[in-house]
């Protein structure tokens, strides 16, 4: 086989809580990572970011809209996030080889075969001058896999030489786990993470999150309606399975007859247990858990993980890694392996039927 040698790739992706576009630049071949620590975050406009949490309260028109406007607005904002990146951390442009850009995730039913994330590749790379690789999880929903998660392989490349087993947490608006062992790996959504509580305190506070969890550790948990939330069917499924980021919403309802603190402290809860629910779904009991995502900084969610599940739950930064960027150097390493012609996703993540590649290429020219 040829050697590939490492590249210099530039990600970028805005999760389900919409926090802000992060971007990142990484070098790598696609299997290993040999360079991380480039990464920011950027907002939305104002305007846009309302615009877009509007519509996820009626995401079904994505099926029946090319929402040729919104995905081009939204396009533009990446686009200006990835040339930000590019003027603050002075990169040489025609050092880098590709940008993985996912865009925005507006709906994501896999059980109907269809994902739809916003982001105009063409328009993209025309407006970036590099090839840009879209489209992520298209073929692997086509297939029949779940299309998520989709960090697995590079939980992997980044825990190469940890001692394993390990699982990886990643806490943004919907959780996902990544258990790595000598000779597996194995992933599926784990439940709500922070969007039910940002949401709710979005509703009684108008703020847009509990920050460090203090709403939600000021409150007491309703042990009642926590039951409830977790008698969902989902918990005890089995792996491969996937969420989008409003499946729990219309039962999570229940918790608007408590008050502020109480509420956020249930619903904080209600995230811990679904992530312990995830222990069922894997060979042996990790040694160790690495939390990314937006979550790990809420004190109330990792006080809770680690009494709960009894063994050290760290933030990924104990390792070396950069919590606020892995989402978005993930999609700079599946860029340069859909270059490659490498699997995105397994069947043991996410139930497709075969390793498989992906991703959707537009040139620069």
Do not use: C
């Not at 040829?2 to 790739?9: G, L, M, N, Q, R």
């Not at 802000?20 to 790598?28: C, Y």
């Amino acid at each position: 086989m040829t050697a590939f040698p490492p590249v210099a790739a530039i990600g970028a992706i805005s999760g389900t809580s919409m926090d802000g576009i992060d971007v990142a630049l990484l070098s790598t071949d696609g299997e290993r990572v040999t360079r991380t620590g480039i990464g920011r975050s950027y907002p939305y406009p104002d305007a846009l970011k309302a615009e877009l949490l509007d519509f996820l309260r009626d995401p079904s028109i994505a099926e029946r809209d090319p929402l040729a406007d919104l995905e081009a607005r939204v396009t533009d904002a990446h686009v200006a996030a990835v040339e930000k990146l590019i003027a603050d951390f002075a990169i040489d442009q025609t050092s880098v080889t590709v940008a993985g850009l996912h865009g925005q995730t507006v709906w994501h039913r896999p059980e109907r075969r269809f994902t739809r994330q916003l982001l105009d590749g063409p328009r993209a790379a025309k407006a970036l001058g590099l090839d840009v690789v879209t489209r992520f999880r298209d073929a692997d929903v086509a297939a029949g896999g779940e299309g998520a998660p989709f960090a697995p392989l590079y939980h992997r490349a980044l825990a190469a030489d940890l001692p394993k087993p390990v699982m990886v947490l990643n806490l943004g608006g919907v959780g996902n786990v990544t258990y790595v062992d000598a000779d597996a790996t194995i992933a599926f959504d784990t439940g709500p993470a922070s969007a039910l509580l940002d949401d709710f305190v979005r509703r009684r506070r108008g703020l847009a999150f509990d920050e460090d969890g203090r709403i939600a550790a000021a409150g007491k948990v309703d042990a009642k309606v926590l039951a409830g939330l977790m008698a969902n069917p989902f918990f005890a499924a089995k792996p491969p399975k996937s969420l989008d980021r409003n499946d729990f919403h219309a039962r999570a309802k229940v918790v608007d007859a408590l008050g502020d603190e109480d509420g956020a402290a249930t619903l904080a809860a209600f995230t811990v247990e679904s992530v312990a629910a995830s222990l069922a779904h894997v060979p042996s009991v990790p040694a160790r858990w690495l939390v990314t995502g937006g979550g790990r900084l809420n004190a109330t969610f990792m006080k809770g993980l680690a009494a709960r599940l009894g063994v050290p739950v760290d933030p990924v930064e104990a390792v070396g890694w950069n919590g606020d960027f892995v989402e978005a150097e993930l999609f700079a390493f599946l860029a340069v392996r859909s270059l490659r012609g490498l699997p995105l996703s397994l069947p043991t993540t996410t139930g497709v039927p075969a390793p498989m590649p992906g991703g959707k290429l537009a040139r620069a020219a």
